[in-house]
């Protein structure tokens, strides 16, 4: 399976700023996949990164929120913009591995906005 | 009703017990099923894939009920290390990505 590195692994973060969470991925892949887990939650896909093209963002998330970047096959970036405490999660990066689709993650990045 | 649906738990048990989970699924066109093992404060990692004719790996057991709509993992002879969070993930096929299950806890005491 894919290594995927994530960072930053955690920070803290002050309301009204921004934070960039990089994944690197040691493989060529099509698509990456941003998710979140908030504090007794499952995960939830925020958008798919596509390379040459637009993320996908699914229901809730706006790219305004989330911009992401995929300028190559093995990396991503995702920004969380103008955080609140809401933002306060861990952010997941994560590849596909053909052909039944199970999925692989980085280690996360835990964000806290104060 | 929600598209992966777990009992969160916590389980409770002795090491050397038993013990089995469920998860029901709402999506009847459903391709493939996962579990993945999360342990506090780390990302999930897949445990195993769900076949339809059932499948074992050492301790553990997958099994799958396409009538019923659901899948369960049944872990032998638990140790105090399987203690973590299990997680039901769904692929609904035609395009759609992985539905995952809020988790079920596990605790294995001694």
């Known amino acids: 399976s894919a290594v995927i590195s994530q960072k930053p692994s955690r920070d803290i973060c002050q309301r009204g700023t921004s934070l960039t969470i990089q994944c690197q991925v040691d493989?060529?892949?099509?698509?990456m996949f941003w998710y979140r887990q908030q504090p007794g939650q499952s995960l939830t896909l925020i958008a798919t990164a596509n390379q040459g093209s637009e993320a996908t963002y699914e229901s809730g998330f706006v790219i305004d929120k989330f911009p992401i970047s995929r300028p190559n096959l093995t990396f991503s970036t995702l920004t969380v913009s103008n955080m609140s405490p809401e933002d306060s999660s861990i952010y997941l990066c994560?590849?596909?591995?053909?052909?039944?689709?199970?999925?692989?993650f980085g280690e996360g990045s835990r964000l806290t906005v104060l | 009703r929600k598209e992966v649906e777990q009992d969160p738990g916590p389980f409770n048990v002795p090491e050397g017990a038993t013990v089995a989970f469920n998860c029901t699924y709402s999506?009847?066109?459903?391709?493939?099923f996962f579990w993945y093992r999360q342990d506090c404060r780390k990302e999930p990692k897949l445990l195993m894939s769900v076949y339809s004719s059932g499948n074992e790996d050492g301790r553990f057991t997958a099994q799958l009920n396409r009538a019923s709509q659901y899948i369960s993992l049944l872990i032998r002879d638990s140790k105090l290390s399987d203690s973590a969070t299990y997680l039901c993930?769904?692929?609904?096929?035609?395009?759609?990505?992985?539905?995952f299950g809020t988790g079920t806890q596990l605790k294995v005491e001694l």
């Open positions: 999506n009847s066109a459903s391709q493939s």
């Open positions: 493989s060529q892949v099509t698509m």
């Open positions: 994560s590849v596909e591995e053909p052909p039944a689709g199970e999925l692989f």
């Open positions: 993930v769904v692929n609904p096929g035609g395009g759609n990505k992985l539905t």
